[in-house]
């Protein structure tokens, strides 16, 4: 029996996994389970999946959670640092499927056990890639990626050299306003953002595919993940979402991945690595399927891709800063407090002023791995600079 962790279970990610763990119940002893504002779905699901320990980071809602599980003889924590211990629990694997930097530390938590991370929680790598990777190599984790993209990469890089690697190019579906006109875009709702055209995902990420910004966290992602070469890193857009990344080897060969848009597939490869189990994933029909479309992403209306370029240049702790700069304008357009397109001149702003900002941390030019303290010190600073250009826009 395999002993399992999942840090963000209520969430889309989270319920998924749940999905695929609950078809085989006797293979898996669930440690704990963790959420935050979703107590109700976190109480059920830690009764039906019999887990040892749930964990809500709001710590205000401790007592509601401790109510619910009252006689089940299921522990009950609060808080972020709780959450953050429930991940330091030794498992053998361990899902990040909570949203956002705060899935960092847990992340970390988790690698420094050793066993498996199953990793959803891509703003982990775009803020700290170099530390995850290094406390990976440390403690022996296996680092799985999550994400649609990075799994078909992963999946096409398998029994390959890495040094045959010439490109990958990342899919993305165009989001939500992909064939909007560009003067409509400053006008669009947090309701027509919301609503992505092949996936259903959580809301902030929804938001990011209709924004690119979840592709450009992506690109970041993949050079950290893979260690590839920025220029190495293509985005193209593919409507369909059904070819999820390609591979492009020095012989000119393509390697592509396809499946249902399900992410059940990626999280399904994850929890079976490195076997493949049957998964209740649709099968695609090509044939009627027809014909896959590829168009080349637009600057004007996805100037995050742009932004990732630059993070990528700049290196050491601007994802840490584009990160957080972007988690503070998407808060500003869920409060109806920005516009659309003003998220990425908010980032634009932020990591102008953070260029040559007195209070951001400087590394040493010795400093391969910036070091934690100095990341967390940069996502402070990048979310008052945001806040900043929030204020500024909207006066
Ligand atoms: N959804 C998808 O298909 C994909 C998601 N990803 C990535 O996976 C991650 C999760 O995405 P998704 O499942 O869509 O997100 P959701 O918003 O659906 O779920 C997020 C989870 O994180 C929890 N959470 C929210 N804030 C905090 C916090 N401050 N501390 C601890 N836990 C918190 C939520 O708890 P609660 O709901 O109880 O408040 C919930 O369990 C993201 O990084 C996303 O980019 C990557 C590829 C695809
Ligand atoms: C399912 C997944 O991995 C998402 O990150 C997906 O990529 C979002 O779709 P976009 O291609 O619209 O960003
Ligand atoms: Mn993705």
Known sequence: MRRVTIL????????????LIARDPEAYQVEALTGSTNIDLLARDAVRLRARLAVTACEPLYRDLRDRLAGTGIEVAAGPAAVAEAAARPVDWTM????????????????????????ANKETM???????????RESGATILPVDSEH???????????????????????????????????????????????????????????????????????????????PSAIEVVVHPESLVHAVVGFRDGAMMAHLGAPDMRHAIGFALNYPDRAELPVARLDLAAIGR?????????????LALARRVMEEGGLTGAAFNAAKEVALDAFLARRLGFTDMATVVTRALDRLAGDDAMPRLSSGDAVPGLGDV????RIARLRAGEAVAGLKG
């Open 8 to 19: 963000g279970a209520t969430g889309s990610i989270g319920q998924n996994t749940l999905d």
């Open 96 to 119: 990040n499927a909570i949203v956002g930097a705060a899935g960092l530390m847990p992340g970390l938590e988790a690698l420094r056990h050793g066993g498996t991370l199953a990793l």
């Open 126 to 136: 775009v803020a700290a890639g170099p530390s995850v990777m290094q406390a990976a």
């Open 151 to 229: 799994s078909a990469i992963f999946q096409a890089l398998r029994g390959e050299d890495a040094r045959a690697v010439e490109r990958v190019v990342l899919t993305a579906s165009g989001g939500a306003f992909r064939d909007w006109p560009l003067e409509r875009l400053a006008r669009a709702t947090v309701e027509e953002a919301s609503s992505h055209p092949n996936w259903a995902m959580g809301q902030r990420i929804t938001i990011d595919s209709a924004s690119m910004f979840n592709k450009a966290l992506e690109m970041i992602e993949a050079r950290e993940l893979f260690g590839l070469v």
């Open 292 to 304: 896959l479309t590829f168009r080349p992403p637009e600057d004007a209306r996805y100037p995050a």
């Open 376 to 379: 967390l010190e940069a996502d």
